[in-house]
């Protein structure tokens, strides 16, 4: 059960650093590249969207790593995956406090409503998505070392 619960694991939290990595360097790009105000209008759709998702995926994220250590408590790898679980936490509070209030504001934008900042406010979302997918690749190493 424990190695079932491992693999599950792992796999969830590879998932989201996927996306989150295709986000930042793929997505983002292609979105800053449309013409005039296109972008913005890309990201409001896709805060929407994924701001849907993303909150149950990084929840269960974490409740599946911190299974993963209590279950496998007396196990080899147990500290990584409290580490893990220390960054999954990490990019919760990150999340809940740099990235949805922008995200938030960002979804409800059109042509006529937008903050003259809305570029500035974008590109600081961008770089904390950064950061946030940094802790996220670092939560996920350290759950494949756990598996070794």
Do not use: C
């Amino acid at each position: 059960m424990l190695n079932a619960l491992e693999v599950v694991t792992t796999v969830v939290v590879g998932l989201m650093v996927g996306v989150e990595f295709s986000v930042a360097f793929i997505m983002n790009r292609i979105l800053d590249a449309l013409p005039e105000d296109s972008g913005q209008l890309g990201h409001a759709h896709g805060g929407r969207m994924l701001g849907t998702l993303m909150p149950f995926w990084y929840i269960g994220s974490l409740v599946l790593s911190a299974l993963w250590a209590v279950a496998g408590w007396h196990h080899h790898g147990t500290g990584l995956v409290l580490t893990a679980a220390g960054l999954l936490i990490v990019s919760v509070v990150m999340s809940i406090l740099l990235l949805v209030p922008i995200n938030n504001r960002n979804k409800t934008w059109t042509p006529e409503n937008r903050p003259a900042d809305w570029k500035e406010q974008l590109r600081r979302w961008g770089l904390y998505h950064y950061v946030r997918v940094s802790v996220i690749i670092a939560a996920f190493t350290l759950l494949v070392a756990a598996l070794v």
